[in-house]
């Protein structure tokens, strides 16, 4: 940056335009900013905020978060600041928002594009593209409605714009990261066109003091205040970033410095503190080792414990074992004694079977000798036939003592009798008849498988005749009903009847002529007697006393005869039942023999089973009460219960003595305890050692955390040497830094005041007005010189920390200089507290210190900053750039001109805001005004933004060209017309 505008050898660097769409109020505005101008409209308008919108570019931010330090917007009718929101929503309050600034540089014309970025809260991207601004204008703004204001152009946004602008250059770059943007920002690398593309302000060095120097100055060019903090700011940063080294930054954290010390002192006392209390730890010392050598019994108890949980684990288990043994034997002794008696029982029931079946035995044998002589009587006769002809002989004697007893029945009787010989006589007859024809036979006729059947159900059935020899279809239907008879062992079954097998025999007619005949002898004996009777009435009684014992006999042989079948059969039965039953009482006398053999057994068994269980039960209860006498120590010593034991004392030794010779040494352990806790707590109150957790304070804490703290004490008391000996370096440390901290402090109070020399030095010929001699002052805090003063008193040298005196005036210090709360780092900023100006007229012989005018002020100002910028820019650097000016009204209109001058000589435009009651000179001396409040368009992109300003200035040339200062949309004015 140099003093000649535009010479040959420099790097021209300029902002030529700026516009903003749906921004700050306006719908489209666009104005250049290449040279001075005064911006005309009514009040509250946004005039002020077109120009600011400029630190948005220039400062290589991407969000609005912490707005007021990063731009500094303010609200000067409000006497503050805007917030974070309200800055945000003022430049960007939709998404048709865009903020473009055309700018040169010696890679030639760039647009840089500003945008919503909706990818976080109160952020905003940036678009740069090597095109001028005519080339984007029908992006954003369409000029060519009837009325020449222009409309908004239809779906803009950012995403159709990137495609645009991408197609338009292939070095269009999308950069949102802050240190890329300073990059590109603040590039000097001015033989590289690549890498100074997108730069507009050229650093000599782009560390980050730079930087923060940079944007303090760029925030003064917008606020050039003769009574603003920001002159002194700028100066204490522009002296920070003036400094060769970064090791050589002015920032001294007081607070780090003084609780340094505070550190180091209460070390030096807590250490005293300890060395006092060596003799009573050698006390705790000896005490412990007595402790540690009973220390032993507590986990011998907690083996004791474990011990006597597992012995009482085992004797439950044994317990258990023993009680399921002694309950099996006496199950096993109930089981045979019920085997006992069950074999006794049955023992006893085959008995009476054996005796039924004697009886029954005997009884048949009765039957079948009683049964086979009646039968041998008849002869061959069957077993029915004699049963039908017992009927008869009894029906025949029944009627006979009827007789007898009765004149009427005998008549009667005698009338039967008659009947009964003729019957007897006719049956004769067809006895002898049959006996004719017993040739043809059943029995003769048929096969034995036919017959045999028949003669089971009935012998008469095959002994029938039929006179003559049957014809085949009587033979067929005879043999198909003998086939339906199943044979079986004993006979044959008829469906669920079975029937005995009977012998074939011959009928012996002579036998039933021989019975037929005494049947009627017999009658003939009984008409006799009935007639007899009659004439002898005393022979009655005794005929029918003989009558009666006849039909007794006669019942009695057919009782006979109807026992006689199941005699044979019963008597086998009865026989084999009782054969069986002594088999089976033999097996079960066995059977009892051995079970008593077992029984004996079995009681031996219960009683040994009864003895062991006895003794069990016994050291059962011995060992509850051992367990019992466990939780009564742990009672007491309530820490047992956390030690544990490296293996459980074996079962065998856990015993009462066993547990009593332990319970002495817990006692003795304890008596050493409460010693050694004693010792402990007392080092605990005099701050020795912390017991964060109260451990130590409880009243019975663990061995762990005795043992824990004796070997922190331990280690403390062995370690004092060293830890003295740390301490001593510590301090030597500490003051190497108090002493470069002196030499900090010293150093860039020189640094200050070499600064100022070297300012007032370069000011040396600069006239201004009427003044002829210009000095600036740089003011520090008077606290700050008296601290200088202070810590060049002092002696940092040595491993003795510095006198409580010099820490007491430092915090002094502090109170004074920092006040109650907020951070105590002493920065270049905070001792810098202002900048003044001495004056000097012409033919005046010494400085004067009062104030000038405002316009004088803020020309001195612009000189300071303009010297302050050169420190800060790349050298050789042209800067043709905006200037704001708030302060115009103020300024003496026969210094315009020379204010104007000396802004176009440095590489300033100076831009104000004024309204139209702004003097016409004024607006003449500039040259150059922008009407900003004409113009309204009915197509805007938002309702409540409808204003519009595009197309150039108007103004004065003064002589030069119009092509010097004219927009490039003007050119079509300029061209000759035909007349």
């Known amino acids: 940056m140099s003093d000649s505008q535009g010479s040959p050898g420099n790097f021209n660097f300029g902002i030529r335009r700026l516009v903003l769409v749906d921004s700050a109020g306006f719908c489209y505005v666009e104005i250049p900013v290449d040279n001075h101008g005064l911006i005309l409209g009514p009040g509250n308008l946004g005039k002020s905020s077109l120009l600011n919108s400029l630190r948005l570019f220039l400062l290589p931010e991407n969000n609005f978060k912490n707005s007021r330090k990063k731009f500094a917007f303010r609200n000067a009718s409000a006497g503050s600041f805007y917030t974070n929101e309200e800055s945000y929503q003022h430049y960007f309050p939709s998404q048709f928002s865009f903020l473009i600034m055309e700018a040169e540089n010696p890679a030639g014309v760039h647009c840089q594009i500003l945008y919503r970025d909706s990818a976080s809260q109160l952020s905003y991207g940036r678009a740069f593209v090597p095109v001028g601004y005519d080339q984007l204008r029908p992006l954003f703004w369409d000029g060519n409605d009837e009325d020449g204001i222009g409309q908004a152009v239809p779906e803009l946004s950012f995403s159709r714009l990137s495609e645009k602008l991408k ?374 009684p005794r005929l029918i006393e003989r009558t009666d014992k006849e039909i007794r006999a006669i019942e009695k042989d057919l009782e006979t005869l109807q026992r006689f079948p199941a005699a044979a059969t019963t008597l086998r039965d009865a026989t084999d039942e009782k054969q069986a039953a002594e088999e089976q009482l033999a097996k079960l006398e066995e059977q009892a023999r051995l079970e008593q053999e077992k029984q004996d057994a079995v009681q031996q068994k219960a009683a040994k089973a009864r003895s062991e269980k006895e003794r069990i039960e016994e050291r059962e209860r011995e060992l509850a009460g051992l367990s019992r006498s466990v939780g009564m120590v742990e009672h007491r010593f309530p820490h047992l219960k956390a030690v544990e034991a490296e293996q459980p004392l074996d079962i065998e030794q856990v015993s009462v003595a066993a547990f009593d010779d332990l319970q002495t040494q817990l006692d003795d352990l304890e008596e050493r305890r409460r010693s050694i806790l004693d010792h402990l707590r007392q080092f605990v109150y005099l701050g020795i050692h912390e017991d964060t957790e109260g451990e130590l304070q409880k009243d019975s804490p663990a061995s762990s955390a005795i043992r824990e703290t004796f070997k922190g004490l331990s280690d403390l008391f062995a370690g004092m040497a060293e830890r003295w000996n740390v301490l001593e370096q510590q301090v030597g440390i500490h003051n190497e830094t108090v002493a470069s901290y002196r030499q900090a402090l010293k150093s860039n109070h020189e640094h200050i005041a070499r600064f100022e020399a070297q300012l007032n030095r370069e000011l040396e010929g600069v006239r201004i007005n009427d003044l002829v001699e210009i ?205």
């Not at 009928?507 to 007899?532: P, Y």
């Open 775 to 979: 000095r600036v002052d740089i003011h520090t805090d008077p606290k700050f010189r008296n601290l200088v003063e202070e810590a060049n008193n002092i002696d940092p040298y040595g491993n003795q920390l510095q006198s409580d005196a010099f820490y007491d005036r430092l915090r002094v210090f502090v109170a004074d200089f920092f006040g109650e709360g907020g951070s105590k780092r002493l920065t270049m900023d905070k001792v810098i507290t202002g900048i003044s100006y001495r004056t000097r007229k012409e033919n005046a012989t010494s400085l004067d210190k009062k104030g000038q005018s405002t316009s004088t002020t803020a020309l001195i100002n612009l000189e300071l900053v303009y010297r302050l910028l050169k420190r800060v820019l790349y050298p050789g650097v042209q800067l043709s750039f905006p200037m704001v000016l708030d302060e115009l009204a103020s300024v003496d209109i026969s210094q315009m001109p020379s204010l104007l001058e000396r802004l176009r000589n440095q590489g300033f435009n100076l831009f104000s805001a004024a309204t139209h009651s702004a003097s016409a000179e004024v607006i003449y001396l500039i040259g150059r005004h922008l009407e900003v409040g004409q113009m309204r368009t009915a197509k805007p992109y938002s309702p409540q933004r409808t204003l519009v300003f595009w197309g150039g200035a108007e103004g004065f040339t003064n002589g030069e060209a119009m092509s010097h200062w004219a927009d490039q949309t003007q050119a079509s004015l300029m061209e000759p017309v035909d007349e």
């Open 167 to 540: 197609k338009l250059s292939k070095e269009t770059r999308l950069v949102n990261d802050p240190a890329k943007l300073k990059q590109m920002l603040y590039s000097s690398e001015l033989m590289n066109a690549d890498a100074v593309r997108y730069s507009v302000l050229p650093l000599g060095e782009s560390d980050e003091r730079r930087v923060q120097s940079l944007r303090t100055l760029i925030l003064l060019l917008f606020e050039m205040k003769a009574d603003d903090q920001a002159m002194s700011n700028a100066v204490a940063s522009i002296i920070e970033a003036d400094k060769k080294f970064a090791d050589d930054a002015f920032d001294f954290n007081i607070d780090d410095f003084l609780n340094r010390h505070d550190q180091l002192k209460q070390q030096q006392t807590q250490l005293t503190r300890i060395e006092k209390e060596r003799s009573r730890f050698e006390k705790l010392q000896k005490d412990y080792q007595a402790y540690q050598t009973l220390l032993r019994s507590q986990h011998d108890f907690a083996a004791f414990r474990d011990g006597v949980s597992h012995a009482l684990q085992d004797i439950g288990a044994r317990r258990k074992a023993a009680v399921e043994a002694f309950n099996e034997q006496n199950e096993t002794l109930r089981h045979v004694l019920q085997a006992l008696k069950k074999l006794e029982q049955d023992a006893s029931g085959l008995k009476g079977e054996i005796r039924s079946a004697d009886r029954r035995i005997k009884q048949a044998e009765q039957n079948q000798k009683d049964g086979d002589l009646l039968v041998s009587q008849y002869g061959e006769m069957t077993l029915q036939e004699i049963e039908e002809i017992q009927k008869e002989e009894l029906d025949s004697k029944k009627g006979h003592l009827a007789a007898l007893k009765s004149a009427a029945q005998a008549e009667i009787r005698l009338e039967q009798i008659q009947k009964k010989k003729q019957e007897l006589e006719r049956k004769l007859e067809s006895l002898k008849e049959r006996e004719s024809k017993q040739h043809w036979q059943l029995q003769n006729q048929l096969d034995e498988a036919t017959a045999a059947p028949l003669r089971a159900v009935d012998p008469r059935l095959v002994m029938a005749s039929p006179g003559q020899d049957l014809d085949a279809d009587s033979k067929a239907a005879i043999e198909a009903f003998a086939r339906l008879f199943v044979p079986t062992d004993k006979g044959f079954d008829w469906f669920d009847a079975e029937y005995q097998a009977q012998p074939a025999r011959q009928t012996d007619f002579a036998e039933q002529r021989r019975h037929i005949e005494g049947e009627l002898h017999g009658l003939e004996k009984e008409r006799a007697e009935l007639a007899d009777t009659a004439n002898r009435e005393h022979d009655r």
